[in-house]
């Protein structure tokens, strides 16, 4: 009983003492750790208030980012805006650059035509240069024959005046030889017995035809007053009544003859050429489609018939 009681103390003394060095040794271990905790806390706490000051740091940048965010935000609704108004503008400039390029090709067209046609024009400008140059030559030289004509004209105007008083003169004379030459002819017939009658149109245009008074050349000594009388005078001979056609222009006159036809009436003739004509009061004498234009106003005033 007392060996198993001392065991049984020794085996409490050495578990007390175990337990004791347990103890001691946790309580050492637990201080470590506790010790260990308390620098762990110390560095934590350290590093909160790190975190603590770098938390509000980040939270005024925050604040601040947020902040340059919403005014980013302005900035792009403004630039949203004023890229619409550009974009606007841009399809406005597009449309209008569309236009102007067109006008520029029109314009550019418009330029090379004018270039085309200045180019012909500064040619036809040297032509006519070159033409002028020669005008003003012919110029100076048709100046000259101006000058001769123009002293021409007045020699011709003297002579023209003269030979009007000529031609009146003659006229006064042939109207005076008719009348003389009339009476003695109607006494000279009336003696022989001829019977002086008015052809037929048919017969009219065959003594025309066969009568050669056409042929006489006119002179200064033989003019249209002579052709008529001897018309007339070889008319007078076939037996028939011819007359003498006294025509008025502007500034001269002129001899012709005519037949009374008793089928056609009056008809009118150029001695000079055979020819039937036509007066008209106004109108020029000379058939332009025959005769060339005279160098004096053919215009008919008025005529008169002497039987």
């Known amino acids: 009983m007392k060996v198993i009681l001392f065991k049984t103390n020794r085996i409490l003394i050495i578990a007390v003492t175990v337990i004791s060095v347990i103890a001691i040794i946790s309580s050492s271990f637990l201080y470590l750790q506790t010790t260990n905790l308390q620098t762990q806390v110390t560095n934590l706490q350290s ?36 890229v619409t108004i550009l974009q606007a503008n841009v399809s406005s400039f597009q449309s209008e650059t569309t236009t102007l390029n067109n006008k520029k090709i029109a314009l550019e067209k418009q330029i090379t ?7 012909t024009l500064e040619n036809e400008k040297n032509t006519l240069e070159t033409q002028v140059t020669v005008l003003q030559t012919n110029i100076s030289g048709l100046q000259s024959e101006v000058v001769s004509l123009e002293n021409l004209t007045l020699s011709l105007e003297t002579k023209v005046s003269n030979l009007q008083s000529e031609v009146t003169s003659l006229e006064n004379e042939v109207i005076q030889s008719y009348d003389n030459g009339y009476i003695q002819g109607v006494e000279d017939g009336a003696g022989r017995g001829w019977n002086i009658r008015d052809p037929t149109y048919n017969e009219a ?31 007078f001979n076939a037996g028939y009544r011819a007359g ?33 004509v036509t007066l008209t009061i106004g109108e020029p004498y000379w058939d332009r489609n025959i005769y060339e234009i005279p160098d004096y106003d053919d215009t008919i005033v008025k005529y008169a018939i002497i039987w």
């Open 244 to 276: 003498d056609v006294y025509v008025e222009f502007v500034d001269s006159a002129h001899g012709i003859t005519c037949f009374n036809t008793t089928d056609k009436g009056l008809i009118f003739i150029e001695p000079q050429g055979d020819r039937i």
């Open 47 to 82: 590093e909160a208030t790190t975190l603590n000051s770098t938390n509000n740091a980040l939270e005024s940048q925050v604040s601040n980012l947020q902040a340059k965010i919403a005014s980013l935000e302005n900035d792009k609704v403004n630039l949203n805006s004023q």
């Open 205 to 235: 245009i065959y003594f025309i035809n066969s009568d050669k008074t056409d042929e006489n050349e006119y002179t200064d000594d033989y003019v249209c007053w002579n052709f008529v009388a001897d018309f007339k005078n070889n008319a």
């Open 113 to 119: 035509n004018l270039q085309s046609e200045a180019t």
